[in-house]
């Protein structure tokens, strides 16, 4: 079981960064891949980044491949999504997840936090 608690969203300007964290219980941390989904008004639920297990894979969607940044720290149970070069199309609320390694489809979630780019 693990529970996710995100955290350092907010209202930027276009251009401007802000680097997201999600805080992770439990004893087992490093087995899970962590990822980052965001979901805008009235769109559906998107994927934006993940990292792997070992943290020496990640993925990203298109749209913010070469901005942002997924990374882990084992020691400190969290996972971080530093966002550079935001732009209004980017405002969503961001969740984090988690899968344990091995099982298909992300099935841990957190609450999310707001990011708000104004132009």
């Known amino acids: 079981q693990v529970q996710l ?14 680097r997201l964290s999600c805080a992770a219980s439990g004893r ?5 891949v962590m990822g980052w989904f ?9 994927f934006v980044a993940s990292i792997s297990w070992s943290g020496g894979s990640t993925n990203y969607a298109d749209s913010v491949k070469g901005r942002f940044t997924i990374s882990r ?6 996972v971080y999504l530093q966002m550079n070069s935001l732009k209004p199309e ?3 609320v961001y969740y984090c997840a988690a ?8 099935n841990y979630w957190g ?3 707001q990011v708000t780019v104004s132009s």
């Open 5 to 18: 608690v995100e955290s350092g969203g907010g209202l930027v300007q276009a251009g401007d960064s802000l």
């Open 90 to 92: 980017d405002t969503a």
């Open 111 to 113: 609450q999310g936090t």
């Open 99 to 106: 899968r344990y390694r091995g099982i298909v489809g992300f």
């Open 73 to 78: 720290d084992d020691i400190e149970n969290t």
């Open 38 to 46: 965001r979901q805008a008004p009235g769109k559906e639920r998107e």
């Open 28 to 32: 087992t941390f490093s087995s899970y």
